[in-house]
């Protein structure tokens, strides 16, 4: 087996098939096909399946893919440091960062980084789930993911800052008419929910059970943009960071009463170069929203954090 096969199979799982893999990589379709071949013979496994969507990784290939990555990405690491310095930074970057937090930090910092180290090749990727973000860190696939905190979250995550949450309505929903919106208003309401292992789903799950709010779900969906396109058109309330609400939707998005917030970490790989470090000074310079009781809300009110 080769990095190269490893390299082959991982963008096959990519691109659904091998023609637009090979166009991926630059590489001969035929050459391709060959070397999966030879590596599925070396393994003693079929890596996929052919469906009508296209290649897709078999139960045992997506084992497989798994550690894969794990080793192309600690190869570029490796081929990262010895053929650069921190004047010059080369090689490949992975960030992920988790569905609707630093939706608005993340392109800036991004950008500025690009600027700074302009050799430097940065993948980005955006993931749902917690449980799924902290397997990858610990497998040593990311090198930064920026997460929600939450409860049993890694002990060596950096504290950024928080992401306020916004209900976003329908246009002409009655609501609007008010600066802020009171949970306790949205009694009977249906909601635009997310992937039950998500933790955007996770907040708004807390937000309903500590309101006492019954949990209408109108449609579940695994992006942000989605959830607030369908909230304005009617389908039902959704509760996302106020950063992931894109501009031309804000007039439908209002801050909520008890304030809804969510801490927000980002996880460096054990162990970082400098490119992790710019990128982490760069997320630490950014604006981020206060800690919840320095925001201005009536005295006899509570803000609500609820955990991922």
Not at 3 to 18: N, T
Not at 200 to 218: E, H, I, Q, S, Y
Request: a neutral charge.
């Amino acid at each position: 087996m080769s990095l190269r096969q490893f390299e082959y199979a991982l963008a096959v799982a990519e691109a659904g098939s091998v023609t637009a893999a090979a166009e991926l990589l630059h590489v001969a379709q035929p050459s391709m096909s060959q070397q999966i071949r030879n590596l599925e013979r070396e393994l003693g496994v079929t890596l996929f399946a052919r469906t009508p969507a296209g290649l897709v990784p078999t139960v045992v290939g997506r084992a497989f893919l798994r550690e894969a990555q794990v080793a192309v990405s600690a190869a570029r690491r490796a081929r990262a440091t010895a053929r650069g310095g921190a004047e010059e930074l080369v090689g490949e970057l992975v960030v992920a960062a988790q569905m609707g937090f630093g939706t608005r930090q993340l392109p800036v910092v991004l950008s500025a980084l690009r600027r700074r180290f302009p050799r430097l090749e940065v993948t980005v990727f955006e993931e749902p789930s917690s449980a799924e973000l902290e397997r990858l860190c610990r497998q040593g696939v990311l090198d930064l993911a920026l997460m929600a905190a939450c409860e049993r979250g890694p002990a060596d995550a950096q504290h950024l800052g928080y992401e306020e949450f916004v209900v976003v309505l329908s246009a002409g929903h009655r609501l609007l008419a008010s600066e802020r919106v009171e949970l306790c208003e949205l009694e009977g309401e249906s909601w635009v929910r997310f992937d039950r292992d998500s933790a955007l789903d996770g907040v708004l799950t807390g937000v309903l059970r500590d309101n006492k709010l019954t949990p209408t779900t109108a449609a579940r969906v695994s992006q942000t943009a989605t959830a607030v396109r369908w909230a304005a058109h009617g389908l039902g309330a959704t509760l996302v960071p106020a950063s992931a609400v894109p501009r031309g939707d804000k007039h439908l998005a209002r801050p909520v009463f008890p304030a809804v917030s969510q801490p927000v970490v980002a996880v460096v790989r054990r162990d970082a170069g400098p490119a992790e470090a710019a990128l982490l000074e760069l997320l630490r310079a950014q604006s981020w929203y206060p800690p919840p009781q320095s925001w201005v809300t009536p005295p006899s009110a509570t803000n609500s954090v609820p955990t991922a």
